[in-house]
């Protein structure tokens, strides 16, 4: 069964200080492996995702992930935190082999930045 | 990206009622999904809609209580039935634009769904 595992319930860091919000994963297969964001009273927004290939990923409003496969995860990073960035961050997986296009989604980071 | 919209984006419902949260976008897609979210948890997926044909289900949810259509490529809606405050959620519309395991999954803004 696929699942994902989000360790911290929350993230604190100062604003200019790196973060990094841990996420790993189980499927039987390869993984597709996404972040999304969620701000207060919004929906979900797509950051990044992992497909294949190079192994760091880059996506919106400076974040990055790198895909670990020997230790199957896929940590989300920025250099230096905004307190804009404050929001819940959800990591999610899909199995490569099934058909359903399903996500799985991990329980959520709440990242706070403080000033 | 497809631009999503729902509605309604907030509601407070009676108890026993039934709601109909519709998804409009604006573009064809392949695939069309509905997520719930409550309060303070994470995001499970209740089903995919299928054009012309009956919605997908997963585990744990049925028909009955989450009716689903999808007349075409660029709508659908979901119905929560006979509602009861377990049913205050968040309810979230998403799709993808291909079929290939890769393709990103998009989200609306969400229908806040409070049931007394």
């Known amino acids: 069964a696929q699942s994902v595992a989000q360790p911290e319930d929350q993230v604190n860091v100062a604003e200019g200080n790196p973060l990094t919000v841990k996420c790993t994963y189980s499927?039987?297969?390869?993984?597709?492996l996404f972040w999304y964001v969620q701000y207060p009273n919004r929906g979900l927004q797509f950051l990044l995702k992992y497909i294949t290939g190079d192994n760091l990923v880059k996506g919106s409003y400076g974040f990055e992930a790198e895909f670990n496969k020997s230790q199957t995860s896929f940590h989300l990073k920025k250099p230096s935190a905004l307190v804009s960035d404050s929001a819940l961050y959800f990591c999610?997986?899909?199995?490569?082999?099934?058909?359903?296009?399903?996500?799985?989604f991990g329980s959520g980071t709440r990242l706070l930045v403080r000033p | 990206s497809a631009v999503i919209s729902q509605k309604p984006s907030r509601d407070i419902c009676q108890r026993g009622t039934s709601l109909t949260i519709q998804c409009q976008v604006d573009?064809?897609?392949?695939?069309m999904f509905w997520y719930r979210q409550q309060p303070g948890q994470s995001l499970t997926l209740i089903a995919t809609?299928?054009?012309?044909?009956?919605?997908?289900?997963e585990s744990g949810f049925v028909i009955d209580k989450f009716p689903i259509s999808r007349p075409n490529l660029t709508f659908s809606t979901l119905t929560v039935s006979n509602m009861s405050p377990e049913d205050s959620s968040i309810y979230l519309c998403?799709?993808?634009?291909?079929?290939?395991?890769?393709?990103?999954?998009?989200f609306g803004e969400g229908s806040w769904l409070t049931v007394v």
């Open positions: 998403s799709v993808s634009s291909g079929t290939s395991g890769g393709n990103t999954i998009y």
């Open positions: 499927v039987s297969g390869n993984p597709y």
């Open positions: 999610a997986v899909r199995d490569r082999g099934d058909s359903s296009y399903k996500l799985i």
């Open positions: 573009s064809q897609v392949t695939m």
């Open positions: 809609a299928n054009q012309g044909s009956e919605a997908t289900y």
